[in-house]
């Protein structure tokens, strides 16, 4: 479901405006997911999702998914991978950090392709354990 009218080719979009989006539909997902599991406070919800939405746990999420996506996916999350970031990570190796921007950039696609379906098989396989 997007909220803006406005039309948005996002084959059109750099992979890092791809990423800046699914950075927040990933941390929506994650964010939901921990709400729907139990009534809690907010500062433990915090804790638990920052679990899952660091450039480690990113990585291993496309671990998770990386045999499940279609070739177009494939494509979308190299674009990602391989887009020169301009900084280096703190908590992560740069290669982990590649590799979370792709997963973001691929959930932002997704999203922008109002393929809601996609994004829930995708994350459903990611919070398997």
Do not use: W
Request: neutral net charge.
């Amino acid at each position: 479901m997007r909220f803006i009218d406005k039309e948005i080719n996002p084959k059109q979009l750099s992979p890092l405006n791809l990423a800046f989006i699914g950075d927040c539909v990933y941390e929506m997902l994650v964010r939901e997911s921990l709400v729907a599991d139990a009534n809690r406070p907010v500062n433990d919800l915090h804790k638990e999702s920052v679990k899952f939405v660091s450039a480690k746990a990113q990585t291993e999420a496309y671990e998770k998914i990386k045999d499940c996506l279609t070739e177009e996916e494939t494509a979308v999350f190299k674009r990602g991978r391989n887009a020169k970031v301009g900084h280096n990570p703190k908590s992560a190796s740069q290669g982990e950090y590649h590799i979370a921007t792709g997963v973001e950039a691929l959930f932002g696609y997704l999203y922008l392709t109002e393929n809601a379906k996609r994004i829930k098989e995708l994350f459903a396989i990611i919070l398997e354990k």
